[in-house]
């Protein structure tokens, strides 16, 4: 049973809350069922004018993507078509939470990956379609039906209300907000932590630590999974995939820096021997586990055959670049 709550303020179109993705890969590695967590959308955008006003060009949102690959997660910098408003891709979340609870996670992260590897223009319900389409057990065009739904949009509405309730939080405190349309609003990826009365901030995206540190004074009798020794139970437990600087960070001991080259040679190795599957993506790739690794190789995963929850932040999935018309970005 979960013992902390976690809520999440987040946007498939920002380059932070991706680059925290780590991190949380770190948290749910280490506490597991123990964190009950919740997706709320921001809205960043409803229309790409928004973004058009503000100077925000697609020249300078890949030049923003360069600036972005010192955090490690994969990225492919290529002006995109236009400037694209990120409501359609909120709302395709939150109908996959009304449609199947759960699910929301694994549409937000595959909608992350393509935004950032792909031409994927995330107000474009046919190119969402397709990039949600390539999910096993999502049904895309179901959601992509529902976008406009009343039930949806009361729903989206609900969480960009939610999002906008900034004002006075530690978040304030840390400048770790903005007023982009009117209200004080969390920005992405504000973290929400909460335990028998008691709620913790984090603001913006902060290093794993400033997490760690919260979610040990909530609840000091957690159990805490140490780092594994190896990539191969990292794989098992998040089947869909992880990035090359998600299997770096859950490498890591104590505060040690995340060692991205000794992940990448140790992700090799396994490749070598047929444990691992590599699929390219943006400048990085995917790494699932592969038909070959045995149980000795997987012995330090507490965790069951069927490996991690699609209802986590971890959830993920392979994006194909090649499902988009032209230039691959």
Not at 54 to 67: E, F
Request: with cysteine.
């Amino acid at each position: 049973m979960a013992a902390i709550s976690v809520t999440i303020f987040s946007d498939p179109a920002c380059p932070w809350a991706y680059s925290v993705s780590p991190s949380l890969r770190v948290l749910e590695w280490r506490y597991g069922e123990q964190l009950d967590w919740r997706l709320v959308l921001i809205g960043l955008a409803e229309q790409a004018s928004h973004y058009v006003e503000r100077g925000y060009t697609p020249l300078r949102a890949a030049q923003s993507q360069v600036h972005f690959r010192r955090y490690g997660m994969p990225f492919a910098p290529q002006p995109k078509e236009r400037a694209s408003a990120t409501a359609r891709a909120c709302r395709a979340v939150v109908a996959a939470r009304l449609l199947r609870p759960g699910s929301e996670w694994r549409v937000f992260r595959a909608l992350q990956l393509a935004n950032f590897t792909t031409p994927l223009l995330l107000d474009d319900d046919v190119q969402i379609a397709e990039t949600l389409r390539q999910l096993p057990g999502v049904d895309a065009d179901a959601i992509v039906a529902r976008l406009d739904d009343q039930g949806v949009s009361d729903a989206y509405e609900r969480d960009k209300a939610e999002a906008r309730s900034a004002a006075g939080s530690a978040a304030e405190l840390q400048e770790k907000i903005a007023q982009t349309d009117g209200p004080v609003r969390f920005t992405a990826p504000s973290l929400v932590f909460e335990r028998d009365g008691q709620r913790l901030v984090a603001g913006g995206f902060q290093p794993i630590e400033a997490y760690d540190v919260l979610i040990a004074n909530l609840d000091p009798g957690l159990e805490r999974q140490p780092a594994s020794e190896t990539p191969a139970p990292l794989l098992k437990r998040f089947p869909d995939g992880l990035t090359t600087q998600e299997v770096a960070a859950l490498l890591v001991k104590g505060n040690d820096p995340a060692d991205r080259l000794a992940a990448e040679n140790a992700l090799l190795e396994l490749l070598a021997s047929g444990g691992a599957i590599r699929t390219p993506l943006g400048d990085d790739a995917l790494w699932q586990l592969g038909v070959t690794v045995g149980l000795a190789d997987l012995k330090e995963s507490k965790l069951t055959s069927e490996g991690g929850s699609h209802s986590t932040p971890g959830a993920s999935c392979p994006i194909d670049p090649g499902s988009f018309g032209g230039a691959v970005s």
